[in-house]
């Protein structure tokens, strides 16, 4: 059974730092690309940030460019979200998501239609 769990998820102030976490159950993590979604109440869920299999590619939504960082431990099947300068738009429930396996690939999509898996989600809250 495929699992993606989130973790590191909380409730911060203005202008502070979270890392969030997901641990993936596939023994094909290595051979995917790796994404941060996120979905606010009221709005649809737009994509964060994204990793290539062997993180040397990264690609990031305007909003979060240089305050967010993605980055991966394949041997952990792991992948992070460092996020810095925290702000109360950033509020919303962030997911992680994988797509199919595509081994050497120097890319990642934000596109929803490219994810294969998803995970359940943890709740960031930020306060003025």
């Known amino acids: 059974q495929v699992q993606l769990v989130e973790s590191g998820g909380g409730s911060m102030q203005d202008g502070g730092a979270l890392r969030l976490s997901c641990a993936v159950s596939l023994v094909t993590f290595r051979e995917r690309a790796l994404a941060w979604f996120r979905q606010s109440p009221g709005k649809e869920r737009e994509g964060v940030a994204c990793i290539n299999p062997d993180a040397d590619v990264t690609y990031y939504a305007d909003s979060v460019k240089g305050r967010f960082t993605i980055s991966r431990d394949n041997a952990k099947n792991t992948v992070y979200l460092q996020m810095n300068s925290l702000k109360p738009e950033d509020t919303a429930m962030y997911y992680c998501?994988?797509?199919?396996?595509?081994?050497?690939?120097?890319?990642?999509?934000?596109?929803?239609?490219?994810?294969?898996?998803w995970g359940r989600g943890t709740q960031v809250t930020v306060s003025s």
């Open positions: 998501a994988t797509d199919s396996p595509m081994p050497g690939t120097k890319w990642c999509s934000l596109d929803q239609n490219a994810v294969a898996f």
